[in-house]
């Protein structure tokens, strides 16, 4: 099994410029999420989902839109990007029975 | 509001010796709590749980200490090595339906294990 993968590692943006940052896992799980990490900061939760068709919100949403048509994916996407989203953003995944969360290697974002 | 935090944020210790990171939070209502050890640039790494109704838990070198009358959480490393250095994050969650992805992480630890 691959775990989780996110696309791309690194990408630097202009403000306002959109872009979709792609998470797919091959653990069949259900659940999957969307942080940010900040310098100095522990991660904040942007959104999740538990199941394909069901996404929420988490501490950080604005600025970001999610979905999740199928299990394996959960791309998250910057509509206008600002400078206050430069972050590492991480997803994660988990099954229904487990606190266990498997993160991705992380997608570092800059935006000038 | 809810917050998990970190008493010390960075942690020196000499290889051998055993390790202990603190953590404090503040949501009595949180089912459980995790630590994550996180290297310099991957994602973070499970390490270990413990509900909420548990007092200790213990896994392959790693003690997990919860006291909620005082709302503390600990993480103690025995025999700390060279490879345990990285930052370690407390988080906690509250079920839902059973489990739940939903985290509130703590700011972390940075662990300098010194050889």
């Known amino acids: 099994n691959a775990g989780v993968t996110q696309t791309p590692k690194f990408q630097v943006l202009k403000t306002g410029q959109s872009m979709t940052l792609q998470c797919a896992q091959d653990?069949?799980?259900?659940?999957m999420s969307w942080y940010r990490q900040d310098p100095g900061m522990g991660l904040r939760l942007i959104h999740y989902?538990?199941?394909?068709?069901?996404?929420d919100q988490g501490e950080v949403p604005n600025g970001y839109n999610v979905s999740r048509s199928t299990t394996e994916d959960f791309p998250l996407r910057l509509l206008s990007a600002a400078p206050s989203q430069t972050s590492v953003y991480f997803c994660?995944?988990?099954?229904?029975?487990?606190?266990?969360?498997?993160f991705g290697p992380g997608t570092r974002l800059t935006v000038t | 509001g809810e917050s998990v935090g970190l008493h010390l944020p960075t942690l020196s210790v000499q290889e051998g010796d055993n390790s202990i990171i603190n953590c404090a939070y503040s949501?009595?209502?949180?089912?459980?709590f995790i630590w994550y050890k996180q290297e310099s640039g991957k994602g973070p790494q499970f390490i270990i749980d413990?509900?909420?109704?548990?007092d200790k838990r213990q896994g392959q070198r790693v003690t997990v200490l919860l006291n909620k009358t005082v709302k503390h959480l600990s993480l103690q490393i025995a025999a700390t090595q060279p490879g345990d250095s990285a930052v370690y994050f407390c988080?906690?969650?509250?079920?839902?339906?059973?489990?739940?992805?939903?985290?509130?992480f703590g700011t972390g630890t940075l662990l300098a294990v010194q050889p």
């Open positions: 994660a995944s988990s099954n229904s029975r487990s606190h266990e969360q498997y």
């Open positions: 989902s538990v199941g394909a068709g069901i996404t």
């Open positions: 653990m069949n799980h259900e659940y």
């Open positions: 949501n009595s209502a949180s089912d459980y």
């Open positions: 413990i509900r909420s109704n548990m």
């Open positions: 988080a906690e969650g509250r079920d839902v339906g059973g489990a739940t992805n939903k985290l509130i």
